[in-house]
């Protein structure tokens, strides 16, 4: 059964930085790209960035320069890096992997910008 389970959320002032991670189970975690998704209040899910099984990273254009994505395959855990946050940034993030032919989502986290 696969299980991610994500963490590190809360509450943080405009510019500050906070760190995401994601503990998966019940796949072989190091051969599955890893993404992570968040989503505003009231908005659309939207997609954030990727890491491939090889460590090849992608990001969306809002992001790009601020966040980072990162895995370790050893503890079958990925992490996002969220830097210089801004207020329109609050939203829950969820950790994601899409297997054998489904997508599967953590519970996820929530992350407040606001001073």
């Known amino acids: 059964q696969v299980q991610l389970v994500e963490s590190g959320g809360g509450l943080v002032q405009p510019g500050g930085s906070l760190r995401l991670a994601c503990l998966a189970s019940g796949f072989p975690f190091s051969d599955y790209a890893m993404t992570w998704y968040r989503q505003p209040s009231g908005k659309e899910r939207e997609w954030v960035a990727s890491?491939?099984?090889?460590?090849?990273?992608n990001y969306a254009d809002s992001v790009k320069g601020r966040f980072t994505i990162t895995r370790d395959n050893l503890k079958n855990m990925v992490y996002l890096y969220l830097n210089s946050l801004k207020p329109e940034e609050t939203a829950v993030h969820y950790c994601?992997?899409?297997?054998?032919?489904?997508?599967?989502w953590g519970k996820g986290t929530l992350v407040t910008v606001s001073s």
């Open positions: 890491i491939g099984s090889t460590g090849t990273t």
């Open positions: 994601n992997v899409y297997y054998r032919d489904m997508d599967y």
